[in-house]
């Protein structure tokens, strides 16, 4: 069974940084694209990063220039550096994997996509 665990989440002030992980476990013989979201309290989830397994990014504009991608493929691993923190930014991150090439016994399958748990982030003044 494949699953991704986030962690890293917590309190900062604002200006400050965090750095979250996404951990995604089972056998897994590739992933396509992996993203991070996140949800505030009465907001619809958001689209903050993708990244590909190419390591290309995209970035919604609110975070450009403060937030930072990265994965490891050989690890099935990717991390979010965030920087200049503001109160806006609370909210519970979200990480997904896309296009998920895992294996059972002797098939190999592929799954669309997988959601983690969710880390809180809080920001204060």
């Known amino acids: 069974q494949v699953q991704l665990v986030e962690s890293g989440g917590g309190l900062v002030q604002a200006g400050g940084s965090l750095r979250l992980s996404c951990a995604a476990s089972?056998?897994?013989?590739?992933?396509?694209?992996m993203a991070w979201y996140r949800q505030a309290p009465g907001k619809q989830r958001e689209l903050v990063t993708t990244?590909?397994?190419?390591?290309?990014?995209n970035y919604a504009d609110s975070v450009k220039g403060r937030f930072t991608v990265s994965r490891d493929n050989a690890k099935n691993t990717m991390s979010l550096q965030m920087n200049s923190l503001a109160p806006e930014d609370t909210a519970v991150y979200y990480c997904?994997?896309?296009?998920?090439?895992?294996?059972?016994?002797?098939?190999?399958?592929?799954?669309?996509?997988?959601w983690g748990q969710g880390t809180q982030v809080t920001v204060s003044l």
């Open positions: 997904k994997a896309m296009g998920i090439r895992t294996s059972r016994l002797t098939s190999t399958f592929w799954l669309s996509e997988i």
């Open positions: 089972g056998t897994i013989l590739s992933i396509n694209t």
């Open positions: 990244i590909t397994s190419g390591g290309f990014t």
